[in-house]
Structure formats: C-alpha cells, structure tokens
C-alpha cells in the first residue's frame, strides 16, 4: 500500500485530529462513505488506498491527487464518487 503521511499534503488548512473510534488507521476503512476534503487523516487514507489499486507509487502523484479533489467545486462526495472521477478524469 502507498503509505504517504500528512505530512506529504501540500494544501494547508486541514483538521488534523480524529476521535480514535473516527479515524480509517485505526478503524481499517473510512469513517463514513463520504470524503472529508478537509481532514488530511481522510484524505491521506483515501489517496494511498487508491494509489494501491493503481500500483502508482511517487509522492507527485499523491499530491496532484490531492490537489485534484481539493480544486474540485464537488463538496463532500463519497468515495466511490471520487474514484469515478478519478478513473475517469485522472492521469498519473
């Protein structure tokens, strides 16, 4: 698996804290079906699970991941919604 940290996010602003029963590290899968696009432990988690699917492994590509939901006008969509458009609008 892609095992990038929030320290590997290039956008600021985020929430950097998770009630331990809330956070995808300790629970194995994300807190609810949609992505916070402002909680980097959401984030990080979302974009090193499908860089895995993807066998993609350099940090450009997890930070233009990034910055492709974080430019999105799309609020809080779920997961599934952002691996479509991922599949569909993304090049590595």
């Known amino acids: 698996m892609a ?4 320290a590997n996010l290039r956008y600021p602003g985020y929430k ?10 300790r629970t194995g899968k994300p807190d609810s079906t ?3 696009k402002g909680e980097s432990y959401e ?8 860089m ?5 492994v350099t940090i ?5 991941i990034e910055e492709f939901i974080k430019v999105d006008p799309n609020g809080h969509k ?7 458009e991922l599949d569909r609008r993304f090049t590595a």
Do not use: V
């Open 3 to 6: 095992n990038f940290t929030n």
């Open 16 to 25: 950097h804290t998770a009630l331990p029963d809330d956070d995808p590290r």
């Open 34 to 36: 949609l992505l916070n």
């Open 43 to 50: 984030m990080t988690y979302f974009i090193n699970t499908y």
């Open 52 to 56: 895995t699917k993807k066998n993609w």
């Open 60 to 64: 450009g590509t997890f930070q233009r």
């Open 78 to 84: 779920s997961h599934a919604f952002w691996r479509s």
